[in-house]
């Protein structure tokens, strides 16, 4: 990716250009009123034929289908399908955990998570869904003017005010929300944070975006390891002998997140920031494109 | 100071700190190293995880090792060692320093002078007053003494201010100096000697060990100083004789030979054999070169004895012999030309030739054998030439008796060229009818040149001319018979003499020319012309300039005295007597040192006890500074290190937002852009150059341009202006070959002959101008091969003068031409003929014209056949400047107007120029073609 010089959402777009619209797998659209391409299977707003009904009166005579009314005796009116967007909340994790990368070769989880974000909003975009933050209490919206506008809300937001989880927000029902963080928060807090969404029935899906350091625990020999949020530090003589317990701790986490998706009926995607951005951007975007 | 070895230290009890490495072990073992911080998101995963076998942290090995090492290096740098220290100084009196400062001192003088401090380091060390004494007196009169008890500084400076003297060292008066030093207790004694074996070596080292311990330091035997004899005299060569001390190994010496004002003349090389003292190198130089040697030195070698100082005894006069006609050749055994110059040619430079000749020339000596009377104006000349300081030798024969004897011979002509005057005829001694036996030689008389010589006895003479009896002729006479007639007669006219020997230089009237006297006789009247007189009995000579003790040649001190010749005979030198040049201008004598120094022998014999050794002895060298900086370093590593390992520069602390990170980060960038601006800035000379060479075609790409198009090609004169035009001349034909025929050159290449090959191009233009320079021997070398291998070349002489008279007269362009193809093989050419391919190649032509009109166009002539070239002409020569005529500007305009005027002119010699190209490319088809109604006619028949 040679994208040195370009922003975040230039990045997003040159990333995203190799995939076709993103079109959500939507079983019950959220009930909004935006047109979209989610039909309805009624009668309403769209591009989709639906049906010819007999003219009543009060029909608008610019609804009438002129060239099915030349075969028959009746009046015909063209319907149409009623055609509906569907809206999708997005957020990642903002906080100083998310900014720190264990070698300069590697992006941040930051940078990672936001230019995922970035080019799966691009995605639906341009299929019409409608996108927004979370937390920003901005309506969705489908036209390009939004990507750029959320782009900037990213940019301009300080590690320092970001939280580990999303705050539960009132969202319309059917919506779905797109979350991207390392998730390393405790599972408790992590389910909680969920279930705000869940009951509320809006459906999500998770993308726990991490450092490759941070699986691997590369270190040895005495080190103090100091944590980015104000956590205690922690003095370790071997680093690598506790090596193996860290694995399974991280697994663990790992675990304990799937299972609350599970329960919550959410989906979830794993992501090192050493592999490259397109392997994660093809898992979600099918994984999203299924099933929400 | 404690000595260990070699080493020794000033502080040897610092050393004991050494004993507490151990425990600086043990501490920095017992001691973790400071864990690495390290930022980490996931901690939370890690709180609470502990390791489950608690081994401490230990710091590595080899990082305790550094440690040590330094805590080492700086304990044996601080208790000061030091390298090769000096060993005390014996006995409790003063220091007694003998320095020799004879002549063969000078060889390894800055070595003494180095053993010399040293010795008084060693005093100032340990407080000891100094006597010096040195082994060759300064002045003639002023006897040597050893100087007063002196402070090791004081001695010093006088040690600094000494000199090697040109002269032997006089052990004797030292000895006797010795003999009133009074020292208290023993004195350690050193003697610097310059290692050469005299009798009174012994004793004197016995003397001095009365004083005390005597240490001798010698130089190495091989480092002996070489004298050099001044050169033998006889022969033809000039051979120098160099001496050494030591005759062991083969070694060759190189001698140089320069005039009086130090320029270079000649060098020859002098090898001693294994096991040989003596060694002889050879010049084998021009007379005039040779008399021009006034020093001849030893490469390498700075003493006076290497200098050997040539006076005008060593000068060789010219001598020339007169011959009239090359008969003389015909029968040599006949010819007094033939006995003259082989009895000459040993000892003197002969030159033949007439007498006009001769006189013209600066001769000392001109040898005149049997001639009758001179012409007036000859005579004049010879004459004048006698009073300038020539030597006139004369011999007698047939011509001499029947012209020049007898009153008439001073008719007419005048005086004839003689010392006395001769009877008429002459007398025959003995023949047939005589009956007594020729009378012999009678000794030589002291005064005479030839005094000494001895007289064979079967010498006779035969026939020989009569002086007229006067009152000078004994005075004259040099030699004369038994009977006392002359038989070598002289006069000295001005500053030079006419000699005459009475009879003949072949063996017509005697045998002396047969026999070896006449060697010798030759070889003494030829040095008498050598300016200097031998004879001449002077008082003692002043002196002129003198060599110094390194063989250098000044003015003489106010102590040099004058040198009486009994002296120089005798070779004397000293202080009074230093070598060098003595006497007055134009007399100079040289007094030499190498004949007196005489054969040397390396010291050996020397009383048992004294303690011999080397100059090359080596310095203290104290080395605490240099391992506290070690340990410095060792120190900067070991911070380098504890950085590393607490994280600051390992790739793994890479940290985001970490600020110490960040700015190791901007640190290292700044780092890297700082070595990458001294890294462009060493580079930069190098691009700039490589720039500078990618500016100029490089080969491939010149290949590449000349062949992937067909193009046309002007050689590179040099001269703007002419390659301009040539260019644009070429530029315009092109123009007009790709409109009118198939082929469609692109632009023209110009062509370096030094660099560019030639083999790519079918024709090349060359405008001939006079400020091309000449061709250097590879170009040639490959115009040679070009044409040799079917290249074709037009030479335009640009030239508005007919060039008809190309064998003739030549124009400047002509003579350029000849100038530059002076070694370039062209074949014979002629005018173009009528039916040459030339003019119907493409157009048909008469003539060819170019910028001018006129100029005949020359061709190879390729009617004989042979050749490569398709029966193409190699080298075409045109006058017309056809460049010109077809040169364009940018526009397409032509830029020169044609004389005698016209386009159809220009339109002509564009036509010139296609057919000229045609003809490069196609060869000789036109002419197959032209052929074809005859070939047809052959066939049917």
């Known amino acids: ?292 | 100071m404690a000595a260990l070895g070699p080493v020794a230290f000033a502080q040897p009890w610092l050393l004991l700190a050494l004993m507490a490495l151990p425990a600086l072990w043990f501490l920095l073992r017992v001691t973790p190293p400071a864990p690495k911080t390290q930022r980490f998101p996931a901690i939370r995963l890690l709180l609470g995880l502990a390791p489950q076998e608690e081994t401490p942290a230990r710091t590595p090995w080899w990082l305790l090792l550094l440690r040590l090492l330094a805590a080492a290096l700086v304990i044996v740098g601080l208790s000061g060692p030091v390298m090769h220290p000096a060993t005390q100084l014996s006995g409790s009196g003063p220091l007694v320093l003998v320095i020799d400062n004879g002549w063969a001192s000078a060889k390894n003088w800055s070595e003494r002078m180095q053993a010399a401090e040293a010795q008084l380091d060693r005093a100032a060390r340990e407080q000891r007053r100094v006597v010096l004494l040195t082994t060759a007196a300064a002045q003639p009169d002023a006897p040597l003494k050893p100087s007063d008890l002196l402070r090791p500084e004081r001695a010093r400076e006088r040690v600094r201010a000494l000199q090697p003297h040109p002269w032997p060292s006089d052990y004797e008066s030292v000895r006797a100096a010795v003999e009133d030093l009074q020292v208290d207790g023993s004195a350690p004694v050193v003697w610097l000697n310059d290692g050469l074996q005299t009798p009174a070596t012994e004793a004197l080292a016995s003397r001095l060990q009365r004083l005390g311990g005597v240490e001798l330091m010698r130089p190495e035997p091989s480092n002996l100083p070489v004298s050099v004899l001044p050169p033998s005299s006889s022969g033809t060569d000039l051979k120098v004789q160099l001496r050494r001390a030591d005759n062991r190994g083969p070694t060759a010496r190189t001698v140089i030979a320069s005039d009086d004002r130090g320029r270079l003349v000649a060098t020859a090389e002098a090898s001693f054999d294994d096991g040989s003292r003596l060694a002889t190198a050879t010049f084998e130089l021009p007379l005039e070169l040779r008399n021009r040697i006034s020093r001849v030195s030893v490469q390498g070698e700075n003493t006076a004895a290497s200098v050997a100082l040539l006076d005008s005894r060593w000068q060789r006069r010219p001598v020339g012999l007169v011959t009239e006609s090359a008969q003389a050749d015909a029968q040599p055994l006949l010819s007094e030309v033939y006995y003259l110059e082989r009895a000459l040619a040993p000892y003197a430079e002969v030159t033949r030739g007439n007498l006009g000749e001769l006189l013209a020339q600066d001769r000392a000596v001109i040898v005149l054998s049997d001639r009758g009377a001179l012409r007036a104006d000859l005579r004049n000349q010879a004459r004048s030439w006698v009073e300038r300081g020539g030597v006139l030798l004369r011999f007698a024969g047939p011509k001499l008796a029947r012209e020049l004897t007898g009153p008439e011979a001073r008719e007419g002509g005048g005086e004839p060229l003689l010392p006395v005057r001769l009877r008429r005829g002459g007398r025959a001694l003995s023949g047939t009818m005589s009956w007594g036996s020729p009378p012999k030689l009678a000794p030589f008389r002291p005064d005479s040149p030839f005094a000494g010589l001895s007289i064979p006895d079967d010498l006779s003479i035969d026939r020989q001319v009569l002086a007229q009896p006067s009152l000078d002729l004994g005075e004259k006479t040099w030699a004369r018979l038994a009977d006392g007639t002359p038989l070598v007669t002289a006069e000295q006219r001005g500053d030079g003499w006419v000699v005459l020997v009475h009879t003949t230089a072949n063996a017509q009237w005697s045998n002396l020319p047969l026999s070896g006297l006449f060697v010798q006789m030759l070889r003494r009247v030829v040095s008498v012309g050598e300016g200097v007189a031998q004879s001449a009995e002077t008082g003692p000579l002043p002196p002129s300039s003198v060599l110094d003790g390194f063989g250098q040649l000044g003015p003489a001190p106010a102590s040099v005295k004058a040198l009486p010749s009994d002296a120089l005979e005798s070779n004397t030198i000293g202080a009074a007597h230093p070598p060098g040049l003595y006497g007055l201008e134009g007399q100079r004598r040289a007094h030499n040192l190498g004949p007196a120094v005489g054969d040397v022998r390396p010291l050996t014999d020397l009383p048992s006890g004294v303690e011999v050794g080397g100059f090359a002895s080596e310095p203290e060298q104290r080395y605490g500074p240099w391992l506290l900086v070690a340990a410095l370093v060792l120190l900067l590593i070991d911070l380098a290190i504890a950085l590393l390992l607490r994280g600051l520069f390992g790739p793994a602390g890479g940290d985001g937002m970490g600020r110490r990170a960040a700015r190791t980060a901007g640190a290292r960038t700044a780092g890297g852009g700082a070595a990458a601006i001294l890294l462009a800035v060493a580079l930069a000379p190098t691009s700039a150059s490589a720039q500078s060479a990618g500016a100029g075609d490089d080969p491939e790409s010149y290949a590449l341009k000349a062949t992937l198009d067909t193009r046309l090609a002007y050689v590179v004169t040099g001269v703007d202006r002419v390659d301009r035009i040539a260019e644009q001349g070429l530029r315009g034909l092109s123009r007009t070959l790709t409109a009118r025929t198939s082929i469609e050159p692109a632009d023209p290449l110009p062509v370096r002959l030094e660099e560019h090959p030639l083999a790519f191009f079918p024709l090349l233009y060359w405008p001939v101008t006079e400020e091309q320079t000449p061709l250097s021997a590879r170009a040639e070398r490959k115009v040679n091969d070009y044409l040799a291998n079917g290249g074709t070349i037009l030479f335009d002489l640009r030239d508005p003068t007919p060039g008809v008279n190309l064998g003739g007269g030549l124009s400047g362009a002509g003579q350029a031409l000849r100038g530059l193809t002076r070694n370039l093989d062209i074949p014979p050419l002629k005018p173009v003929p009528p039916e040459h391919v030339l003019t119907k190649a493409f157009y048909l032509l008469n003539d060819f014209p170019g910028r001018y009109d006129g100029g005949q166009l020359w061709v190879e002539d390729t009617s004989a056949g042979g050749g490569d070239g398709d029966g193409v002409a190699s080298v075409l020569v045109g006058y017309n400047d056809y460049a010109g005529a077809w040169a364009i500007d940018q526009a397409g305009q032509p830029r020169f107007a044609v004389t005698p005027g016209g386009e159809r002119q220009r339109e002509m010699a564009y036509r010139v120029g296609v057919n000229l190209v045609m003809y490069a490319m196609t060869g000789n088809y036109k002419a197959d073609q032209v052929h074809i109604p005859a070939i047809l006619e052959r066939l049917g028949q």
């Open chain 1, 1 to 292: 990716m040679s994208s040195a010089g370009l922003s975040p959402r230039q990045r997003a777009e040159q990333l995203s250009a190799a995939l076709p619209p993103l079109l959500l797998h939507a079983d019950r659209v959220a009930a909004s009123v935006a047109q979209g391409v989610h039909g309805r299977r009624r009668v309403g707003q769209g591009e989709a034929f639906w049906q010819f009904r007999d003219y009543q009166p009060g029909d608008s005579p610019q609804s009438i289908d002129w060239r099915q009314t030349a075969k028959a005796d009746r009046v015909f009116v063209r319907q149409m399908e009623w055609e509906a967007a569907q809206s999708v909340w997005c957020w990642r994790d903002g906080s100083a955990s998310m900014d720190w990368r264990s070698s300069n070769k590697l992006p941040t989880k930051r940078e990672r998570a936001e230019l995922l974000m970035l080019a799966l909003m691009t995605l639906m975009v341009r299929a019409g869904e409608h996108v927004s933050l979370l937390g920003t209490g901005l309506p969705p919206a489908a036209n390009r003017g939004t990507l750029v506008r959320l782009s900037e809300i990213l940019r301009r937001e300080e590690p320092a005010e970001a939280r580990d989880l999303p705050a539960p927000e009132p969202l319309p029902r059917y919506g779905q929300v797109l979350l991207l963080g390392d998730f390393l928060a405790d599972p408790q807090e992590i389910e909680r944070s969920l279930r705000g969404f869940a009951e509320r029935g809006v459906k999500g899906h998770l993308v726990q975006v991490l450092d490759p350091a941070e699986e691997t625990l590369p270190y040895s020999g005495r080190v103090r390891f100091e944590g980015l949020q104000g956590e205690r530090p922690w003095l370790l003589s071997r680093a690598e002998g506790v090596r193996a317990q860290y694995r399974d701790q991280l697994a663990a986490q790992t675990d304990a997140i799937r299972e609350i998706a599970r329960r919550t009926g959410w989906r979830c995607t794993w992501h090192r920031t050493d592999r490259s951005p397109q392997t994660a951007l093809l898992a979600v975007y099918s994984a999203l494109a299924q099933h929400l």
